[in-house]
């Protein structure tokens, strides 16, 4: 496609995503080039493409209704959606990285934790309350 035709499907794919109670974050082009393999859609052979990430939020329910306009549209050969996980913050400090291991605040919890756990014990099955066979 042309530049003002891709500029047109994106307008009308961010819309969709406007009215269906989404916010958009931003649209990234990831450029035009080769497709993996040959994909057919709407009776005719597509061998290259241009790709897009298109940030947003939405609720499931209305992912689901994008899903099926998306599927419908003929200038969209192929579409996915992902779930964004928050990045986990954590902090990092030079000074408890440096330290030997059995002075880590984060080591000495594992080993409590190993400590806690119940070790597994081998019962024989006799059918009785108690060990015949310790004395």
């Given at each position: 496609m042309a530049r003002p035709e891709v500029a047109k499907v994106l307008k009308r794919a961010a819309t969709n995503i406007y009215y269906n109670q989404g916010i958009l974050f931003g649209i990234e082009n990831l450029g035009h080039r080769a497709l993996p393999y040959s994909i057919s859609s709407e009776g005719r052979r597509h061998r290259e493409g241009s790709y897009f990430l298109i940030r947003f939020d939405a609720t499931p329910s209305s992912i689901d209704v994008l899903r099926d306009e998306f599927r419908r549209d003929i200038d969209i050969i192929r579409h996915g959606f992902m779930r964004i996980k928050p990045e986990e913050k954590f902090?990092?400090?030079?000074?408890?990285?440096?330290?030997?291991?059995a002075y880590?605040?984060?080591?000495?919890?594992?080993?409590?934790?190993?400590?806690?756990?119940?070790?597994?014990?081998?019962?024989?099955?006799t059918g009785l309350n108690y060990n015949p066979f310790r004395t």
């Open positions: 902090e990092c400090t030079l000074d408890e990285e440096m330290k030997p291991p880590r605040e984060d080591v000495k919890k594992m080993i409590e934790e190993g400590r806690k756990k119940e070790r597994f014990q081998h019962r024989q099955m």
